[in-house]
């Protein structure tokens, strides 16, 4: 056994690909996890109790007006906060894929369109939205008032009489929050990696396979992907159109960005409305600066790739089933098709099956999946 891993480790030198600008680049993907900053816009961000009821409520059906579903039947704690369906069905079948609900904390704008800018906000809608949850401030009042929660609820907000039924949803989607911003994905093959290289330790970096180097060496060169998809989220958190197809039938489209701004400007719940808790109205330039253009039309938020292997099928409608065919599309993408413009940032790759094969080894280390 020994004599064998001694044959093995003498035969196979392995080695860093990368060259010394590639190594710097490589470095602007972490340091993993981030350090948290509570929210300041959410006085209970960070609260254990409210994390707690949070993860409650996240698990349990009163939060849907028939008690037919919770948020986890779509983010499914078990198939990393998201499901396997192209398009969940909720009340009807919904337009778009579903995220996973992880490393969501402190993010500039949530949802595919960018209609939230801000966490608690994105875990408001879904409770009132008719397609999914479908609760009125009066329902979900009522329902949270019966539940075995109110307790825990009255604890961290107050007495629910004094409250109204507004006041109620926002305390509710805070808690939501102060869970989600502890789902964070784990550190990964890619991480170790990437810290070793920090180090200088250049031989426990070469234990990262090579054909993930030869992957990452496209990812930031000819691929041009880590223009989009930079920093330790490897996102760069914007709306691009990526060339996919934006149809929701013959007649109807999914008019990404620009419906969500549209939402956004006339959303209560921004950092600048009156249901943040920061006096000082942190962050609130955004919302307040942001403006509506016809290019904005059909471009979706750049997806993390953190965890990317384990939330398959891909893309704002999940048109995509595995990484594979993402590599194709970027590879094969037809310009004629990219509808925002003034972007010309993809174009057609021309990769050999060796370098697709490369790109998504190195997408799968963004993945803490143990690879056999
Ligand atoms: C019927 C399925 C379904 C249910 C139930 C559901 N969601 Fe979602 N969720 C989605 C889909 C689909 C999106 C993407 C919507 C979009 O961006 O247009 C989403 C988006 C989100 C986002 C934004 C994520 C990001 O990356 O920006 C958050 C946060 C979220 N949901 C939280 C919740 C919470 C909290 C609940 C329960 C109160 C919930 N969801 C219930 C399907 C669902
Ligand atoms: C112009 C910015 C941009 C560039 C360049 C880019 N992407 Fe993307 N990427 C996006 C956007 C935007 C989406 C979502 C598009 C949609 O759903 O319509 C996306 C989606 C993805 C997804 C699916 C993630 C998910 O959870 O659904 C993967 C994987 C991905 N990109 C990998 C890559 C790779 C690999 C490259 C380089 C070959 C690349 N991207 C280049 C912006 C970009």
Not at 202 to 220: H, I, K, T, V
Request: aromatic share 8%; glycine share 6%.
């Amino acid at each position: 056994m020994t004599a064998a891993l001694v044959l093995l480790t003498s035969s196979v030198r392995a080695e860093v690909l990368l060259s010394e600008d590639e190594i710097q680049q490589t470095l602007s993907f972490g340091p993993w996890p981030p350090s948290f900053q509570p929210d300041p816009s959410n006085r209970v961000s960070n609260d254990p109790r409210a994390i707690a009821l949070g993860a409650a409520l996240f698990d349990h059906p009163v939060l849907s007006i028939d008690g037919a579903f919770a948020c986890a039947s779509c983010h499914d704690p078990q198939q990393a906060l998201t499901n396997s369906e192209a398009r969940t069905f909720g009340r009807v079948i919904l337009d778009r894929n579903t995220p996973s609900l992880r490393n969501l904390a402190g993010l500039r704008w949530y949802g595919w369109g960018g209609k939230s800018d801000n966490l608690w906000a994105a875990s408001l809608h879904p409770i009132i939205e008719e397609q999914e949850m479908a609760h009125s401030k009066e329902s979900l009042m009522r329902a949270i008032s019966e539940s075995t929660y109110i307790e825990d609820f009255e604890v961290i907000f107050g007495d629910v009489q004094s409250q109204d039924t507004e006041q109620v949803l926002v305390n509710i989607a805070k808690a939501l929050s102060a869970y989600l911003e502890t789902l964070v994905t784990e550190r990964t093959q890619f991480d170790d990696f990437r810290d070793a290289l920090e180090r200088s330790d250049l031989a426990e970096a070469a234990n990262y396979p090579e054909a993930a180097q030869r992957g990452l060496q496209l990812f930031l060169g000819r691929g041009n992907c880590a223009f989009c998809h930079n920093g330790p989220r490897f996102s760069n958190n914007e709306f691009h159109d990526a060339g996919v197809p934006y149809f929701l039938s013959e007649t109807e489209v999914d008019d990404g960005r620009f419906g969500g701004l549209n939402f956004l400007l006339s959303s209560p719940y921004t950092l600048d409305g009156d249901w943040t808790d920061d006096p000082e109205k942190q962050g609130a330039w955004a919302v307040r600066n942001v403006r509506r253009s016809h290019s904005d039309f059909g471009t979706f938020r750049t997806p993390s790739l953190r965890g990317v292997a384990e939330t398959a099928p891909y893309m704002h409608d999940g048109s995509l089933d595995d990484l594979d065919a993402v590599v194709r599309h970027y590879n094969e993408i037809d310009i004629e098709r990219l509808h925002a413009d003034g972007e010309a940032i993809l174009s057609e790759l021309n990769l050999s099956e060796q370098e697709i094969a490369d790109l998504v080894e190195f997408l799968e280390t963004l993945s803490g999946v143990t690879r056999p």
